[in-house]
């Protein structure tokens, strides 16, 4: 069994920065993908950034050249930098993984959730 643990979230101004976080512990024996989700109140959860093992990154269009995926396989954790937030970045935010146990099993996985605002 794999657990996600996020932090991070919080609440920011319009046009400031958070660096979300989002650490995997279990039987772990790899993982392929990392991303990032979002839900806002009353819409579907929509992909923001993922990225493979080999580091390829894959962005929403609403998100380019704000934010920024990272991963430290090291540590099993994947990031996610935003700047220049706008109120229309508020939502839950979900990180998610997929790969193999340590039983080669292949697993994906949910984090709890942490809520992200851009307000004034």
């Known amino acids: 069994q794999v657990q996600l643990v996020e932090s991070g979230g919080g609440l920011v101004q319009p046009g400031g920065s958070l660096r979300l976080s989002c650490a995997a512990s279990?039987?772990?024996?790899?993982?392929?993908?990392m991303g990032w989700y979002r839900q806002a109140p009353g819409k579907q959860r929509e992909l923001v950034a993922a990225?493979?093992?080999?580091?390829?990154?894959n962005y929403a269009d609403s998100v380019k050249g704000r934010f920024t995926i990272s991963r430290d396989n090291a540590k099993n954790t994947v990031y996610l930098q935003m700047n220049s937030l706008k109120p229309e970045d508020t939502a839950v935010y979900y990180c998610?993984?997929?790969?193999?146990?340590?039983?080669?099993?292949?697993?994906?996985?949910w984090g709890q959730g942490t809520q992200v605002t851009v307000s004034s």
């Open positions: 998610n993984m997929e790969g193999y146990s340590t039983y080669h099993y292949r697993f994906s996985s």
């Open positions: 990225i493979t093992s080999g580091d390829s990154t």
């Open positions: 279990g039987s772990i024996f790899s993982i392929y993908t």
